[in-house]
T-cell receptor, first 114, second 115 residues
Framework: EAQVTQNPRYLITVTGKKLTVTCSQNMNHEYMSWYRQDPGLGLRQIYYSMNVEVTDKGDVPEGYKVSRKEKRNFPLILESPSPNQTSLYFC?????????????FGDGTRLSIL | AQSVAQPEDQVNVAEGNPLTVKCTYSVSGNPYLFWYVQYPNRGLQFLLKYITGDNLVKGSYGFEAEFNKSQTSFHLKKPSALVSDSALYFCAVRDMMDSSYKLIFGSGTRLLVRP
């Protein structure tokens, strides 16, 4: 089944403890992206990647890192999480970087930073 | 700056009645427009998109959307609502001139269909 898989789905942790949210897609997609969803704000892009080894900042990159060493994986790293990073996170992918391609989303990761 | 507005936090409609979820946008160039739906504890699912051509776009689950360039709107519609349509709906836009292919989302509209 074609899908975007995120892990973990839920995580409660404490301020300053490094964490990684993994994202993997099995559709051979070029383009991948991370969003955070907050009530009343919709989804905001954190980072995106046009292809392997190519990443760039979105609208809200502060406090996050990403890497794209393989086409299928795009992990989101919080080096020193803070409470304002408590949110619902989504990874998404699309076949290439053409702007009219819809994105396929994972089921989300709910992070709570205490 | 690119933006998307969904003026209604919630839309309530009776099953069998037509529904409309509103969306207006602002971009520098020409837009690519999308509607996504989110069910509880799930990611967003693509419903339909407008690229160019006919202003009325048909998508999944009987939904359609009408692109109106003069009003910069892209309202989502369905002739006859189902209880199972109850979900959170997001409108999104990409500016054709934006090399980052950034997707800008509205704040979402919760659709509640009463039996």
């Amino acid at each position: 089944e074609a899908q975007v898989t995120q892990n973990p789905r839920y995580l409660i942790t404490v301020t300053g403890k490094k964490l990684t949210v993994t994202c993997s897609q099995n559709m051979n997609h070029e383009y991948m992206s991370w969003y955070r969803q907050d009530p009343g704000l919709g989804l905001r892009q954190i980072y995106y990647s046009m292809n392997v080894e190519v990443t760039d900042k979105g609208d809200v990159p502060e406090g996050y890192k990403v890497s794209r060493k393989e086409k299928r994986n795009f992990p989101l790293i919080l080096e020193s999480p803070s409470p304002n990073q408590t949110s619902l996170y989504f990874c998404a992918s699309s076949p290439d970087d053409r702007a009219h391609q819809p994105q396929h989303f994972g089921d989300g990761t709910r992070l709570s930073i205490l | 700056a690119q933006s998307v507005a969904q003026p209604e936090d919630q839309v309530n409609v009776a099953e069998g009645n037509p529904l409309t979820v509103k969306c207006t946008y602002s971009v520098s160039g020409n837009p690519y427009l999308f509607w996504y739906v989110q069910y509880p504890n799930r990611g967003l699912q693509f419903l339909l998109k407008y690229i160019t051509g006919d202003n009325l776009v048909k998508g999944s689950y009987g939904f359609e959307a009408e692109f109106n360039k003069s009003q910069t709107s892209f309202h989502l519609k369905k002739p006859s609502a189902l209880v199972s349509d109850s979900a959170l709906y997001f409108c999104a836009v990409r500016d054709m001139m934006d090399s980052s292919y950034k997707l800008i989302f509205g704040s979402g509209t919760r659709l509640l269909v009463r039996p």
